[in-house]
T-cell receptor
Framework: ETGVTQSPTHLIKTRGQQVTLRCSSQ?????VSWYQQALGQGPQFIFQ???????GRGNFPPRFSGLQFPNYSSELNVNALELDDSALYLC?????????????FGSGTQLSVL | QKEVEQNSGPLSVPEGAIASLNCTYS??????FFWYRQYSGKSPELIMS????GDKEDGRFTAQLNKASQYVSLLIRDSQPSDSATYLC??????????FGAGTRLFVKA
């Protein structure tokens, strides 16, 4: 167990809807990264939050947005859901952003868009 | 060209054998390299990190790094059926993101 918790574990939505996924980071970690993992693929970086600010973003459209709260927990929001958004969404916390950053993953949220 | 490339496998080895997993990366300024293990239906977990050229050993696992060839490998000695999983190679270049390969599926036959 990494101490990183995600909710919900599973979610079914329809195309066009909006979804919010939640993540609590491991104690002592101030950095949260979100990844999307499609079936049979590696995790793809969505964005990272450090001390409540977005610290970097991958190649995802603006309808993917996030927040980090003062307790370092985080949310991932996806608007106007598309069928291709169906994937496992992983949250990872780390001690600090940086070169030697080690990621500790939560158990993920499996999102299905119908 | 993908930033991090791995053979998708599956790689099948008998119990007790050495499993060799390979990874290449495209960004020459990459500085940190990681191996994550992901069991089916679970999330990735970190098993090895390596930052300088050469070998790094941790129990049955050895990570090898060759920056000149932009090549990282993971050796698993005395492979066990419980090692059957997908192994993800990950690379960080000092920026804000860790980039993952698509993973290699490993099957260890009892």
């Amino acid at each position: 167990e990494t101490g990183v918790t995600q909710s919900p574990t599973h979610l079914i939505k329809t195309r066009g809807q909006q979804v919010t996924l939640r993540c609590s980071s491991q104690s002592g970690h101030n950095t949260v990264s979100w990844y999307q993992q499609a079936l049979g693929q590696g995790p793809q970086f969505i964005f990272q939050y450090y001390r409540e600010e977005e610290n970097g973003r991958g190649n995802f459209p603006p309808r993917f947005s996030g927040l980090q709260f003062p307790n370092y927990s985080s949310e991932l929001n996806v608007n106007a859901l598309e069928l291709d958004d169906s994937a496992l969404y992983l949250c990872a916390s780390s001690l600090e952003p940086g070169t030697n950053e080690k990621l500790f993953f939560g158990s993920g949220t499996q999102l299905s868009v119908l | 060209q993908k930033e991090v490339e791995q053979n998708s496998g599956p790689l099948s080895v008998p119990e007790g054998a050495i499993a060799s997993l390979n990874c290449t990366y495209s960004d020459r300024v990459s500085q940190s390299f990681f191996w994550y293990r992901q069991y089916s239906g679970k999330s990735p977990e970190l098993i090895m990190s390596i930052y300088s050229n050469g070998d790094k050993e941790d129990g049955r696992f050895t990570a090898q790094l060759n920056k000149a060839s932009q090549y990282v490998s993971l050796l698993i000695r005395d492979s066990q059926p419980s090692d059957s999983a997908t192994y993800l190679c990950a690379v960080r270049n000092g920026g804000f993101k860790t980039i993952f390969g698509a993973g290699t599926r490993l099957f260890v036959k009892a």
